[in-house]
């Protein structure tokens, strides 16, 4: 049963960088898309990014493109978000899923494995 565990999430200031990481156990996440999501209260999860498992295929919500970066480091069993110029509205629990599919896009409906989340606070 895979498992997936985020780590990296702090408060940053505005304009700051964050790097979250997704380490993965129970099973090897190389065969895996692995998206990652974010939840502000009262809101679903909003699709940040994602990555195929070969990593040669990536995605990015309109919100963050050209500041998060998606990159997997499958001998590691690792995906991370790197998150530059950081802006208050990207406060939200950080939650990275996985599945065997493959292009599966940014909602989270298809995704099987979850993580419990990890907070990202920026101050202004």
């Known amino acids: 049963q895979l498992q997936l565990v985020e780590s990296g999430g702090g408060l940053v200031q505005s304009g700051g960088s964050l790097r979250l990481s997704c380490e993965a156990s129970?099973?090897?996440?190389?065969?895996?898309?692995v998206g990652w999501f974010r939840q502000t209260p009262g809101k679903e999860h909003e699709g940040v990014s994602c990555?195929?498992?070969?990593?040669?295929?990536?995605n990015y919500a309109d919100s963050v493109k050209g500041r998060f970066t998606i990159s997997r480091d499958n001998a590691k069993n690792t995906v991370y978000l790197q998150m530059n110029s950081l802006k208050p509205e990207d406060t939200a629990v950080y939650y990275c899923?996985?599945?065997?599919?493959?292009?599966?896009?940014?909602?989270?409906?298809?995704?099987?494995?979850w993580g419990q989340g990890t907070q990202v606070t920026v101050s202004s």
């Open positions: 990555i195929s498992a070969s990593g040669g295929i990536t």
């Open positions: 899923a996985a599945d065997l599919s493959e292009g599966l896009g940014l909602g989270p409906g298809p995704y099987e494995y």
């Open positions: 129970g099973d090897t996440l190389e065969y895996h898309s």
